[in-house]
């Protein structure tokens, strides 16, 4: 693989942000064409090399940006999964922003993190880096805090993903209103996580707003636009799996695409993340892997 950390200004944050940006450069080969035309591709009778495909000017791959869970950053994806090596084996471009504990939306106290995820960074990705424009070659894949992000994003900017994967939802933005609006006005999250009620400001304001997901997510489906398809996956053993099955439930009754993996077993931890990074790149998103 090819693993680089990139960092840059963001107009939308004011600052500059590290991103992690991962290529599958094992597949691919350097030749010389010349020596290819000759016949004389480095291969002998004791020993063929498998021919791989080349670098090409203008190359694209298409791109799965990973969302990290609250209180990590850009690197511990990297870290504690194996995604890397996942992506590899699926022929996928990997972006992950570090996001901070933002809940990835466009924060009362000022910072607009769903502005930078959705807007900004898809063209600063495309444009720098050898990423897919296409939308049918985007997705949003998140854990933990990060699988409430991508769910946010799909819903908020169905044109950018083709497909969202949330492992793990339980934090931050949610189709469930009531259940959001009770946490904001909850002594846990105002003692505990200040935070929680600055990204998306007073409680009893929220209803409709631009953080009001089920206001959005309705709207979106009214308006006949194509929307993103969800694979929604949980632990049985999980904490949040309440919350997560309210989102399941939300999405059908507003007859999204969605589908619902219960990981038997598996808790909210890095053993359920790592699995599940894997089959949704193997197993649950439109990718070509060749």
Not at 185 to 197: E, V
């Amino acid at each position: 693989m090819g693993i680089l950390r990139f960092n840059y200004r963001s107009q939308m944050l004011g600052h500059y942000v590290d991103i992690t940006i991962v290529y599958p450069t094992d597949r691919y080969s350097f030749y010389d064409p010349e020596r290819e035309k000759k016949g004389i591709h480095e291969e002998s009778s004791d020993f063929k090399q498998p021919k791989k495909p080349v670098y090409e000017p203008g190359m694209k791959f298409q791109t799965v940006y990973l969302i990290h869970g609250g209180g990590d950053d850009d690197t511990l994806t990297y870290r504690y999964t194996n995604a890397e090596r996942y992506a590899q084996e699926n022929n996928v471009m990997l972006v992950t922003p570090n996001i901070t504990n933002s809940f990835g939306v466009d924060a009362m106290y000022g910072k607009k993190y769903q502005s930078f995820l959705a807007e900004e960074l898809p063209v600063v990705v495309q444009s720098l880096f050898a990423s897919s424009p296409a939308r049918e070659d985007n997705f949003i894949v998140g854990y933990a805090m990060g699988a409430n992000v991508a769910l946010g994003t799909a819903i908020l900017h169905p044109d950018k993903f083709a497909a969202c994967v949330d492992i793990s939802g339980g934090i931050g933005m949610t189709l469930a209103t009531d259940t959001l609006v009770r946490e904001l006005k909850s002594g846990h999250f105002m003692n505990f996580m200040p935070i929680y009620n600055s990204s998306f400001g007073p409680a009893d304001e929220l209803p409709g707003s631009p953080r009001d997901l089920y206001a959005v997510a309705k709207e979106k489906k009214a308006s006949g636009e194509t929307l993103s398809k969800f694979h929604i996956i949980c632990g049985s053993e999980e904490f949040i799996r309440a919350r997560v099955e309210d989102d399941v439930r939300i999405l059908k009754e507003l007859d999204y695409d969605v589908e619902y993996i219960l990981a038997e077993g598996y808790d909210h931890n890095y053993e359920m993340w790592d699995k599940y990074i894997n089959v949704a790149l193997s197993e649950l998103l439109p990718l070509k892997r060749g």
